[in-house]
């Protein structure tokens, strides 16, 4: 098992520890919602602070709600809705704060200030050649940084979040703990290929300036 599996093997028994000692509730209303409050208020808080941009929490707990689910300890719909709308809704508070204040701390005066400021150009032109792309595969402060309309962001959001949700809670749900590698390996995917994207507009520019300089008439002996 790798170091990445047994950490969210942990995290499982951990939640599966407290499921069993915390009360069972059902409710019944249009679906059966089942299992510890707790379960999924956990799952809600972990999924919103993912997608706010905390690393680490949201993956883990979705995993373990999804096998719990399995193990009838929680209702999978339940799962699966919770941690859609918390996704979502972490995604939209993250994408705010970088649209409030994201933008003013970067331009602020002081250290690697030129540095700074020319990440953000970089980052306006990933932006604005690929936005879907480049709103899926940053962060949602990163979406508000760079002044990514709601018209583009809020469905964007909605439709990754649900893709997340889904994917890895029904992955979990019918696959467990193998699930966890497959998780990983997208991790690493996502990162070389937004690596990938940034070097590709680097290049883009690079080339479309080199291009300028040759056009322009050079002056006259």
């Known amino acids: 098992m790798t170091p990445l599996a047994t950490l969210y093997a942990t995290v499982f028994n951990s939640v599966a520890g407290l499921g069993s000692h915390v009360h069972h509730v059902q ?24 997608w706010i941009g905390v690393p680490g929490p949201g993956e883990p707990l979705l995993i373990a709600a ?18 859609w709308a918390s996704a979502a809704g972490g995604g939209v508070g993250g994408w705010l704060l970088g649209m409030k204040f994201g933008r003013r701390l970067l331009s602020a005066k002081g250290p690697l200030h ?32 760079h002044r990514v309309g709601a018209a583009l962001y ?9 893709a997340w949700a889904v994917g890895i809670g029904l992955g979990s749900y019918y696959a ?16 070389g290929a937004l690596l990938a994207l940034i070097a590709v507009v680097i ?17 006259a002996d």
């Open 66 to 83: 999804g096998i719990l689910a399995a193990k009838n300890k929680l209702d999978i719909t339940s799962v699966l809705l919770v941690a």
């Open 176 to 191: 467990g703990p193998p699930v966890v590698d497959v998780v990983a390996d997208m991790g690493w995917a996502l990162g």
């Open 114 to 145: 030129s540095f700074r400021q020319g990440a953000m150009a970089r980052g306006d032109a990933v932006f604005k050649r690929y936005p879907v792309l480049a709103v899926v595969l940053t962060p949602s402060w990163v979406a508000g940084i």
């Open 27 to 50: 409710v019944h209303h249009h679906h059966r919602f089942s299992g510890s409050p707790v379960g999924y208020l956990g799952l809600a808080a972990a999924s919103a602070a993912s």
């Open 203 to 219: 290049g883009v520019e690079v080339r479309r300036r080199s291009h300028r300089r040759r056009s322009q008439p050079r002056p």
């Open 154 to 162: 809020l469905p964007v959001n909605a439709l990754a979040a649900l």
